[in-house]
């Protein structure tokens, strides 16, 4: 018997588990060496003692209450039962302990046997997994992005609230159905198959992968949504993750840059198509015009005359709806620009009151231009667009007009800070205009009414390409009128006033440079045209051999650089747009000719200057530009210009 014993205090002492005996009283009968490493104590400090020592508070105080209320009423809470409970070390230290407890007699005296285990461990891992999931399910409910869980029939699990902002079902409300409740067709029809081809072969569409697809709201609406599908296992089942994104405002944003650059890229098509359009149209239109008016110079029968003078009515009317076009398409493509220079504000006056003093006298109408420029002498801006605004004003004038008078006055207002602000009226005697349509007349494509535009023509451009322009030249432009008694267009325009030396026209960064040239001071000029068009080239050497100049012709560009080379010229005329070598090539390989080949004045002739073409021109070494169709008029003041500039450079002594 005393062997058994001993035997079994070896088997308790030798347990990993602590264990300890308790008589019904409550004191410590055995206590094992696993108890001595869980509390500290050794067993010679605890044997006869109450366990309640080995309890922290409160349950020390409550444990004799409990042992007395479990041998009055048999009540068990941990005895048979188990459970956890807290332990108290020597040391005042706690720690989580599962007891287990049972009921023994031994010489007919009751004890209770309680086996320990320190659950310090494992609780820490229950509490690092219970952080987790809650870190887990605080990033799942707080992730802006929707997120997902479903298992391997397609029955969500998980839906969290970024996904009820998006799809616009509760949690409630999609938890425990298929996923496929969430998709438009024909995907919600394709769903519960592609899951089972997934299991059955392995093969992915999603899964792992991403793509782009579309859902649909509980509302019925669909939206475009980035998903991307992870797959995992958790205690042995398959799960899969999706993360779910609205990207409708990706989608937009890529067709805004799409749009735009389609755009972008059509207006660039549109630009280039009026160039060489422009090119092709104005080159037949400057031959047509010209030459019906060399023929209109020559002896003519009273009914030739009359047809010469309708084709050259109908050209003039066909060229300016061209260029008002033109002109439009610029200004809404925002590629309209102003070509700013120094210019005598008198010779643009002096250029309209020679063609339209003429004009109007041919119906019997006084024409008056009065100006009051005193102190002016160069302005910087856009003569060409000046030019542009005068003539539309001036020429309706004398359009709307039979009888009476048209006046074109010039004055100096107060000026906009260093600028001299100009203001130019165009007063006739009339047809008038009633004040409720006055507000119409600038509008694109509108005319006074319907009787003016089928007795007079016009396409409703001029005025509003005129507004335009002035708006862009930072001036404005009206009109004041009664009906039957006249009209008074005005045009407020502001303008650098500096000396023509301050502003070199015929320099600019990049352009080569050369030495003076001396062109001839008087007598005629030896001029070279560079002109591929036949009619063109003969109108050209018409009037300017009809003035006294030598004309010579080169076809192309190619032939207008080998006669530069071999004789010396006093201006050439270079077309831009030529066959084989255009105009500014040839120019850029005229300026590298030995002097004063290489130096001679280039004047450029244009159908259709776009933006930065006036730089791109002199950068290739021309002095200055005139658009087709010419007006002769206006390029003999330019001629005059240009050489004038090359007569003030010292020519090198030889």
Known sequence: MERNAIQLKAVIDTAVDGIVIIDENGLIQLYNVACEKLFGYPAAETIGHNVRMLMPAPYRSEHDGYLHNYRTSGVRKIIGIGREVMGQRKDGSTFPMELS?????????????????????????????????ETMRALINTAVDGVMIIDDQGLVRIYNPACQRLFGYTAEEVIGNNVRMLMPAPYRAEHDAYLDNYHNTGQRKIIGIGREVVGQRKDGTTFPMELSVGETFAEGEKLFVGIIRDITERIRAIEAVTS?????????????????MSHELRTPMNGILGMTGLLLDTPLSTEQRSYAEAVQNSGETLMTLLNNLLDLSKIEAGRFELYDRPFDPVDVLDGIAAIWETQAQRKGLDFFVSKDLRGIHQLVGDPDRLRQILVNLVSNAVKFTSAGFVALRVKRETGIGPKVLLRFEIKDSGIGIDEEVQGRLFRKFEQADAAIARTYGGSGLG??????????????????????????FWATLPFDMVQVEAFPENTAAGAPSRQAFAPAATGPLRILIAEDHPYNQKLMVARLGGTGHRVTVANNGVEAVERAGNETYDLILMDVRMPEMDGIEATSHIRKLPHPFGAVPIIAVTAHAMRGDRERYIEAGMDDYISKPVDFAALSQLIDKVLERHRRVPVPAD
């Not at 031994?106 to 229950?126: N, Q």
């Open 101 to 133: 407890v049972g009921e023994a007699v031994a010489d007919g005296a009751k004890l209770y046997v309680g086996i320990i285990r320190d659950i310090s461990e494992r609780k820490k891992a229950e509490e690092a997994l219970r952080t987790s999931e």
């Open 260 to 276: 735009a650059r389609q755009a972008e890229e059509a207006n660039r098509a549109k630009s280039n198509f009026l160039a060489t």
């Open 463 to 488: 005025l509003a390409i005129c507004r335009e322009i002035a708006g862009l030249m930072g001036g404005d432009i009206g009109v004041t009128s009664q009906a039957g008694r006249g009209s008074t």
